[in-house]
């Protein structure tokens, strides 16, 4: 079985310089993946990634996600070309159908042909292979090809989803599947179960591919402050995942409100309303040692990767230190070694 790995997910919205001293800290401190979160109305995640393989040298780097309905399947290829040349083969490719793309005019008719079509001429593009390519939403001429040498053909691909369909196609063509904003294990087992039937019906083991959970994350030595900055930045996307999670039951009265006073600027008013447990199924939150516990229930549930997001911390830096220096350390923790039986006098023998 694969180790489990531990990554960093970033937001878009930093200066230049910030994204390559983050980055440096975090691979010094040990974690795995670094990924910049593709969200609408961010920064293109191509620039943040590229200043993080120039100040890193292990890392895996990539988006989650990017989506074929803004860009077009080519311009992705050659993202994930451009990023996989500069770190010299950490890159991963990240697809997802996109959320909120109404707001800028776009419709995301057949999305799962979207995706798996998208999928399809990225790989051919990057391959190599001039064949053609005649989708229901993508077609590629024959003969059309990449005009610059790409560093590998086959970057790993993951797929954003919750629901059925989308876990199944991640088990039939990639090799890891992110549930974005969800801390909860009793989803890893869902997941599992959804990626097990595409998985089976293109001859490959669910365990070929890897669950990532991944979620809103703040810690701090302040548990409280934390938490209470973890509610306000989950209230903002609450109403989007709750109903995407079959293992949890939100109060309609709840989530109505929670709702309503987001949608009236109020964000951290409706944070407030967050009870404990209902936060901690979708944010990381607390002190280093709280946050250690709820992603190690990740890991024991069976995640491939554990993925603390945004905005880390009641600071950036602060967070990013805070879970490399203590939380980290205790995910990797050894177990004790057992030690034999005394026999000597006064053992009790």
């Not at 983050?22 to 993946?33: H, I, K, N, Q, S």
């Not at 979160?37 to 895996?60: C, H, K, S």
């Not at 088990?171 to 990626?195: C, F, L, Q, T």
């Not at 990381?284 to 040692?289: A, D, I, R």
């Amino acid at each position: 079985m694969a180790p489990v790995e531990i990554g960093l997910g970033l937001q878009s919205d930093k200066r230049a310089g910030d994204y390559a001293r983050l980055a440096r800290r975090a691979e010094e401190d040990g974690f795995d993946v670094l990924t910049v979160f593709g969200d609408l109305m961010y920064q293109p995640p191509i620039f943040p990634l590229l200043e993080m393989a120039a100040a890193t040298t292990r890392v895996r780097l990539g988006t989650a996600c990017l989506n074929p309905y803004s860009m077009a399947p080519y311009e992705i290829a050659g993202q994930a070309a451009a990023l996989d040349l500069a770190s010299h083969g950490r890159a991963y490719l990240g697809l997802a159908r996109g959320t909120w793309l109404g707001a800028v005019g776009i419709d995301q008719p057949r999305p799962l042909a979207a995706l798996e079509e998208a999928a399809q001429v990225v790989y051919r593009l990057l391959g190599g292979d001039t064949t053609g390519f005649e989708g229901r939403v993508f077609r590629l001429a024959p003969g059309t090809a990449l005009r610059y040498a790409v560093h590998r053909p086959d970057p790993p691909l993951l797929l954003g989803a919750w629901g059925p369909r989308g876990a199944a196609l991640a088990g039939r063509i990639a090799g890891e599947i992110k549930v974005g904003g969800s801390a909860n294990p009793a989803m890893v087992s869902v997941i599992r179960d959804r990626v097990r039937t595409g998985a089976e019906a293109a001859g490959r083991s669910v365990d070929d591919v890897g669950i990532v959970l991944g979620a809103v994350t703040v810690v701090d030595t302040d548990g409280a402050a934390a938490r209470a900055k973890a509610r306000t930045e989950v209230a903002m996307y609450l109403a989007v995942v709750a109903d995407l999670d079959p293992t949890v039951e939100i109060p309609a009265d709840l989530l109505a409100r929670v709702k309503e006073l987001v949608d009236a600027g109020a964000d951290t008013e409706a944070g407030r309303l967050i009870p404990d447990d209902l936060l901690d199924l979708f944010a990381f939150s607390g002190t280093p040692e709280q946050v250690a516990a709820q992603a190690q229930t990740l890991i024991d549930a069976g995640v491939r990767r554990v993925e603390f997001g945004t905005p880390h911390g009641l600071t950036d830096d602060r967070g990013v230190a805070l879970l490399g220096s203590a939380v980290l350390p205790l995910l990797r923790r050894e177990p004790a070694p057992v030690r034999p039986a005394a026999t000597g006098p006064g053992s009790g023998s």
